[in-house]
């Protein structure tokens, strides 16, 4: 059995789609950053950087007693080792398929992410980050948009790469960009949200932000602040 340390993010759900594709036995263990559950001491011998998701396997990869993984891309990677599947069926494939996941969690990933924090997050605007994040942003969906035009999946055939993609395609429309400007994009977004484990795996709760166009400010309050960027989340850190 797998505890899947999981979050309503589409970091989370990258986790969640590749576990209901291999059918591998799970549970969830549902966190709340605004309420900063992540933060409890308990997590952080799970995680030792704090984020979600994470999992502990208690039947691992080679035996001994229950590992805990985290990083959403190497917890992919564990998945596809234990399961032997969606990591490339031969030296190519592979290594393309490490190729797009490396790249999602060192460039998609991150840049959506400040673009979603300075767009919905954070208290000023700042014209300055908005423009260099929402550039870049866009960037690297041309990246991937030319890269559709020639292959129907990122590693040609469909793997853990598009699974690390997927979730943050979905979650461009808050931020402002319109998917049907990326056609190559649009046409694989489709294509991947139809399998049913992206569907079971990403599923949303009903008017979630990420479905939504707005982009609006979120609004916290002092605590959930602090849970998230200020002293909540910094003092959880610290060694004792
Ligand atoms: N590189 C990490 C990033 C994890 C991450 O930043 N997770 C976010 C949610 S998607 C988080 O835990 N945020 C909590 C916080 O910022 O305190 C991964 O891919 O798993």
Redesign the pocket.
């Known amino acids: 059995m797998i505890d899947l340390h999981h ?1 309503v ?4 759900h990258k986790v969640k789609i590749m576990l209901e594709e291999t059918a591998l036995p799970y549970k969830i263990i549902q966190y709340n ?1 605004l309420e900063g559950t ?1 933060l409890k001491p308990e997590f952080r011998q799970i995680n030792p ?5 994470a999992l502990v396997d208690h039947d691992p990869i080679g035996g001994g007693p229950s590992m805990a993984v ?4 190497a917890m992919l990677f564990y998945l596809a080792e234990k399961s032997g599947r969606f990591f490339g069926s031969s030296p190519r494939t592979r290594h393309l398929a490490m190729q797009w996941l490396m790249w999602q ?1 060192s460039g998609l ?1 991150p840049m959506h ?1 400040q673009a979603h924090h300075f767009i919905r997050y954070c208290p000023e605007d700042i014209p300055y980050a908005v423009n260099r994040y929402m550039n870049e942003s866009r960037r690297l969906l041309e990246v991937l948009d030319r890269r559709l035009r020639e292959a129907d999946y990122l590693a040609e055939e469909y793997s853990i790469a598009d699974m690390a993609v997927w979730p943050w395609i979905r979650a461009i429309k808050p931020v402002g960009i319109e998917l049907g400007d990326y056609p190559n994009l649009q046409r694989w977004y489709e294509r991947v949200g139809a399998r049913p484990a992206v569907e079971a795996g990403a599923r949303l709760p009903e008017g979630h932000w990420m479905t939504q166009t707005a982009q609006s400010k979120v609004k916290l309050t002092e605590e959930q602040w602090s ?2 960027f200020g002293e909540n ?1 910094l003092k959880s850190g610290r060694a004792t």
């Open positions: 979050v993010t589409p970091n989370g950053l992540h950087n704090g984020r979600l998701p985290f990083d959403s891309g969690m990933g992410g849970n998230l989340m």
